[in-house]
Each structure stands twice: as C-alpha cells, then as structure tokens.
C-alpha cells in the first residue's frame, strides 16, 4: 500500500512512525514543506518548484517537487491537508483545493484523496495564528471540523481524524491541562513521543481497517498504559 502525504509539518508528524506500526505493511511518504498552505501548494505546482522535502519517517531523502513526487510510484493514496492556522477558516480553501486535486487526478486517476484532518492548537499556545480562533482551543477545533466537513463533503473526500483523536487524548488524565504531560511540543505540534505515535496509529487505522489496539509496535521509552488507551482512542476515533 503506497501513501503519499501532501503536507507540511503536521502531516511529518502523523507519518513519523506509520512505517514501524504498520510493519511496513505501508509505504508512506510526506512532502514537507513547514508552515505550507494549499495556496503554495497550487503555486509550486503551477512552477514544478523543487522546494519540498521527500521525507520517510519524518526525516528528508531529498529535495522534489509535487509534480515529480505524484509520479514516482503508482499511490493509492493521496492525503490533502490545510496548514494548520488556516485549518479551521473554509474560505482559504478554495480555489486552490479545486485546482490540486484536478492536478492530482489528472497524474494519478487511480489514487484514492483523502483529507488531513489535524489537530487546533494546545490552550496556551502562543502560536501567531491562534488568534484566528480567539486563542480557545474548543473554537478552533469546531472550526475545524465544520470547514473540513463542508469541503469533504464537496469532493467527496474521507476523513482522516487525527484532530477528533487528538481532541480525546486531551481528555486523559495524563494529558489534560495542567496534568504530567502534553500531547504536545510546543503548543501546536505532536509531541515526539505519544503525540506522534497517535497519530500513525489514526493513519493506520483508515489505511487498512485493522484493530488499532492490536498494534505491537510502541515508541522507546513510552509506558504501555499510556499507549494502551492512545491504541484505544485511535480505534474508535471517528471524524465529527
């Protein structure tokens, strides 16, 4: 199963350990470019830019373009995200959302797209674009899942819940505000342990419909407990 992630460093994130939990039952790839919204997308496209880091396991093989990128395996598929401050805000979607997956079925009609959905920003984070959402989590999550729904619901496009099961996480005790840790690193992105690990455990999950809390496969130094219930949440994670 070949997986090719357009993205940025959210999609690095949930592609960090889909090899190691799928016993590489998955291929997958990322493009990463940090902070890339769809507008730079449409734009490298448009000029074959090679300015994106081809990345396996969230660490960079060399340096392509999207357009060299959709061609170099035949991709089942194809996962499309908005950069995450922009995530919850439906009018920057388009038209560069039209204009990337006509390009992308024109280069791989057989490719399944699917969409990103990500994760808003932790309670106290003091990422410049929180103010987008008034600096509440619970605001940028909903606006989220609203424009994410509207535009899936548009082409036609499944989800990938990693924002619902990051979202749940939060709930544990482990991870709650003010408890031992955070399921993030510095306010917007996984943190490099538990975070991440949720994350590929989400991927996996839609990839190949198998039971999450079968998973074998857990991060060094992680407590099993914890990766218990991220298995757990990642099972039953469903997008809202």
């Known amino acids: 199963m070949n997986v090719l992630c357009i993205g940025n460093s959210f999609s690095q994130d949930a592609t960090r350990y889909l090899h190691q939990?799928?016993?590489?039952?998955?291929?997958v790839r990322n493009l990463y470019i940090g902070g890339c919204s769809l507008e730079t997308h449409m734009i490298n496209i448009k000029e074959e830019n090679e300015y994106y880091e081809y990345q396996k396991n969230g660490r960079k093989l060399k340096m392509t373009s999207i357009n060299?990128?959709?061609t170099k395996k035949k991709w089942d598929f194809i996962t499309i995200?908005?950069?995450?401050?922009?995530?919850?805000?439906?009018?920057?979607?388009?038209?560069?959302?039209?204009?990337?997956?006509?390009?992308?079925?024109?280069?791989?009609?057989?490719?399944?797209?699917?969409?990103?959905?990500?994760?808003?920003?932790d309670d106290l984070s003091d990422h410049g674009g929180f103010a987008n959402y008034d600096r509440d989590r619970?605001?940028?999550?909903?606006?989220?899942?609203?424009?994410?729904?509207?535009?899936?619901q548009k082409y036609g496009f499944d989800i990938i819940p990693n924002g619902d099961a990051v979202e749940m996480a939060r709930e544990l005790p482990e991870f709650k505000q003010g408890g031992p840790l955070n399921i993030n690193r510095d306010g917007f992105h996984l943190s490099l342990d538990y975070g991440r690990y949720?994350?590929?455990l989400v991927?996996?999950?839609?990839?190949?419909?198998?039971?999450?809390?079968?998973?074998?496969?857990e991060p060094e130094n992680t407590d099993k407990e914890i990766n218990k219930k991220l298995k757990e949440i990642a099972e039953i994670a469903k997008p809202h």
């Open 198 to 200: 949720l994350a590929g």
């Open 138 to 152: 619970k605001k940028m999550y909903n606006a989220i899942v609203e424009a994410s729904n509207s535009i899936c």
């Open 81 to 121: 995200q908005q950069v995450s401050h922009f995530s919850g805000m439906l009018e920057t979607y388009e038209p560069f959302m039209e204009f990337i997956v006509g390009y992308i079925k024109e280069k791989c009609p057989k490719a399944k797209i699917v969409f990103h959905r990500t994760w808003a920003y």
């Open 21 to 27: 939990i799928s016993e590489d039952e998955i291929f």
């Open 68 to 70: 060299d990128a959709l």
């Open 203 to 217: 991927m996996f999950k839609y990839f190949t419909g198998k039971d999450a809390t079968k998973v074998t496969y």
